[in-house]
């Protein structure tokens, strides 16, 4: 694991059991939890570049609100807009 990055203590899944965001069952309660969260948008950055590179069935858990397809389709369209290097 690497460094904590400073957004994370005020995560609301900190305070919550990790399992709720991988069971489908508490599906809803983990999207509740991440739509009260400050930090949604530092998290959904730092788990797409986490992520990055890897196929859907790879990828597992709700991160900022979303399941792994939603992310793969997310990352997909920041792709699209993004620029090339110049
Ligand atoms: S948005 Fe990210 S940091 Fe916030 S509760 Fe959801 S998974 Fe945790």
């Known amino acids: 694991m690497g460094a904590e990055s400073d957004w994370e203590p005020r995560a609301v899944c900190r305070r919550l059991e990790p399992e709720l965001f991988f069971e489908p069952a508490t599906r809803s309660l983990a999207k ?5 969260c400050p930090v949604r948008a530092e998290c959904l950055d730092a788990v797409l570049i ?3 590179g890897l196929r859907v069935g790879d990828r597992s858990g709700i991160f900022a609100g ?4 939603q992310r793969v389709a997310l990352a997909k369209r920041r792709a699209a807009q993004t620029p090339p290097a110049q």
């Not at 509740?32 to 009260?36: D, I, K, W």
């Not at 979303?66 to 397809?69: A, Q, R, S, V």
């Open 32 to 36: 509740a939890a991440c739509a009260r």
């Open 50 to 52: 986490r992520e990055e």
């Open 66 to 69: 979303l399941l792994p397809g």
